[in-house]
């Protein structure tokens, strides 16, 4: 598995199609029920506590899916976005973090490599309004409106990634989608990857 992490608007599905088609593998990504519970519900507008909640069972929701893939396949978003997105807003320390979702993190499936887009605010920004807007949620709003934010997310995207084996890290800031494509062509067979 290799899954694909970065904030909103950083290239993460188109990145993740072209991986799929290199290995021959399909696209994985949260359940449907998952973003539609999170969103009627409003998960995002809930205290830490019963948001991390959701996003951990969501996160073993979408191991199902993961555990049930035969041969290679991508993860369009796994177990560090939501995850980061919570130490991001300052909603849980670190610290609380490892204890309430290490548990849960060290009996799921990690990726062989992480692929870690980033780029600047201000093209971030431009990217979302270049499909049509922000859709419901936090992430989306504060990803428009914080520089700060975005910093803040990408960092612990960072960590979170790095503490649980090898990162690829590419900025899209200046790159388009066939430039990133050929950067992680050329970086995932020296991970062990075969295409």
Request: proline content about 6%.
């Amino acid at each position: 598995m290799i899954a694909v992490e970065g904030p909103n608007g950083a290239g993460k599905s188109s990145v993740a199609a072209h991986i799929a088609t290199r290995i021959g593998g399909a696209v994985v990504r949260y359940p449907d029920s998952f973003m539609r519970i999170r969103q009627t519900a409003l998960i995002d507008e809930q205290a830490p506590l019963p948001r991390l909640l959701y996003y951990l069972g969501g996160i073993a929701q979408l191991h199902g899916v993961v555990a049930q893939q035969r041969g290679p396949f991508v993860c369009d978003r796994y177990y560090a976005s939501p995850l980061a997105m919570l130490l991001a807003e300052g909603a849980v320390g670190e610290g609380e973090l490892a204890a309430i979702a290490g548990p849960v993190l060290d009996r799921i499936t990690m990726p062989a490599v992480t692929v870690l887009l980033t780029a600047d605010h201000a093209e971030l920004v431009a990217r979302i309004a270049g499909r049509g807007g922000a859709r419901p949620g936090v992430s989306y709003r504060q990803t428009l409106l914080s520089p700060e934010f975005v910093a803040a997310w990408t960092s612990a995207l960072r960590s979170l990634a790095a503490g649980r084996g090898p990162v690829i890290e590419i900025d899209t800031t200046v790159r388009d989608v066939a430039e990133v494509c050929a950067i992680v062509d050329n970086a995932l067979p020296a991970l062990g990857v075969d295409w």
